[in-house]
């Protein structure tokens, strides 16, 4: 079967099947193409929630479908290929959580949405990259507890000095390996193209930029730019995506490091697998009490967001 072949099949059994795709942006680009749903954590979050369908396939990694599955308890929901985690995510045991909570009990605890369903049951509040200063600024509590990205919790910090904020030591290990020295180096290399980073980067990486913001944030930055070049300081598949969406533009990625493996696990033949047979596919299951108690945070953070 060609790839063509394969995606005129994945769009014919989502039909039949009644389910509906939804993929991260760093996910590739020959099963974004077969996607209902395309964004970064915020509008999949986001829009799940309006998806018609009975069945939810989600391209991304094993909290994303968690998070997919809580606010979806009625529908089925697949992680197209199951060993898709995410190494952040899984950095904090809720025991640990739960002994810094005894600790400081007048922290409110804002977990970043790449935690575990575990974890976001003692949480107060979730947030994305995209809505993670807004949500801590609006927020009525003045002390605070992040976990568990430290760079995103300092850019949050940095940008609301007004609130005390406690980090603690976790992050993403592809955004947090760029070093200052590669943001200098790429600059040099191109002169006129403007910084992009996401704040999973570490800070002196991020005071290079210029312009620091969510996945999505970027790729709107970029495209509505007059600037022509740009460094794009995020995972590969969006300097891709953009060079394929603006041709009159030139990008370059900061760092060759910038490639997410447990993003790039998923293929269109574990798309096409998943819907061709459901019942050998990774359904995310969690009771109604876990979820009950996980949502709480993701409610908050799309009244707040
Ligand atoms: P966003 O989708 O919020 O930009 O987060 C990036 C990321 O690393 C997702 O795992
Ligand atoms: Fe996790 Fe980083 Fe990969 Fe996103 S890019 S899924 S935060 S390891």
Do not use: W
Request: proline share 4%; net charge negative.
């Amino acid at each position: 079967m060609t790839i063509r072949e394969m995606q005129d099949r994945i769009l014919q059994l989502k039909k039949e099947k009644d389910f509906c795709i939804l993929a991260h942006s760093y996910i590739k680009r020959e099963i974004i193409e077969t996607a209902d749903i395309v964004g970064d954590s915020f509008k999949l979050s986001q829009d799940v929630c309006s998806a018609k369908q009975k069945n939810i396939l989600f391209c991304g990694v094993h909290f994303m479908a968690e998070t997919a599955k809580m606010l979806n308890m009625d529908k089925h929901v697949y992680l197209a290929n199951g060993l898709a985690g995410c190494p952040m995510a899984e950095q904090m045991e809720p025991e640990m959580l739960l002994y810094m909570k005894k600790q400081e009990p007048d922290r409110k605890v804002v977990a970043y949405i790449n935690t575990t369903a575990a974890l976001k049951r003692h949480c107060d509040v979730c947030v994305t990259s995209s809505s993670a200063v807004e949500i801590v600024r609006k927020m009525e509590a003045d002390k605070i507890l992040f976990i568990p990205d430290c760079n995103l919790g300092n850019y949050v910090r940095e940008s609301v000095p007004e609130k005390d904020i406690k980090l603690v030591q976790g992050g993403c290990p592809i955004h947090a390996s760029v070093t200052v020295e590669e943001a200098e180096a790429a600059k040099s290399a191109h002169p006129e193209a403007l910084l992009l980073v996401h704040p999973e980067c570490v800070p002196k990486v991020v005071e290079k930029a210029d312009y620091v913001g969510s996945t999505s944030g970027i790729i709107s930055y970029a495209k509505k730019s007059n600037a022509k070049q740009f460094i794009i300081g995020t995972e590969y598949e969006i300097a891709e995506t953009l060079q394929y969406e603006c041709p009159d533009k030139e990008f370059f990625i900061l760092s060759k490091k910038l490639l997410c493996p447990n993003m790039k696990l998923t293929t269109l033949v574990d798309v096409l697998n998943t819907l061709e047979h459901p019942e050998n596919g990774f359904e995310i299951t969690m009771t109604e009490e876990e979820a009950a108690e996980a949502r709480f945070c993701i409610d908050e953070m799309l009244r707040l967001g």
